[in-house]
């Protein structure tokens, strides 16, 4: 059975850091495209970043140049690292494997000062 489960999130003030770590299980996360979305309060479900086909990376224009998706194959996990964080960015993030259709529960971050 395959699992994705997220862990990182939290409550921090804007202009702080958070990684967020999306442990893969049952499968190999270098078979997965993994992908990072978010929902904000009484928003829809967006996509923020995610590794293309070729292994490059896409990411919301509202977070280019802030967040960061990575991936470390001997630990089969996948990573947002999110800098310099704003209210807006306040949202439960998922973790998604694109080609494989798996999610995750999801996790919380809020941005508050």
């Known amino acids: 059975q395959v699992q994705l489960v997220e862990s990182g999130g939290g409550l921090v003030q804007p202009g702080e850091s958070l990684t967020l770590s999306c442990a893969v299980s049952?499968?190999?996360?270098?078979?997965?495209?993994m992908a990072w979305y978010r929902q904000p309060p009484g928003k829809q479900r967006e996509l923020v970043a995610r590794f293309t086909v070729g292994g490059m990376t896409n990411y919301a224009d509202s977070v280019k140049g802030r967040f960061t998706i990575s991936r470390d194959n001997a630990k089969n996990t996948a990573y947002l690292q999110m800098n310099s964080l704003k209210p807006e960015d306040t949202a439960v993030y998922y973790c998604?494997?694109?080609?494989?259709?798996?999610w995750g529960q999801g996790t919380q971050v809020t941005v508050s000062s």
């Open positions: 998604n494997s694109v080609n494989r259709g798996y």
């Open positions: 049952g499968s190999d996360v270098r078979f997965n495209i």
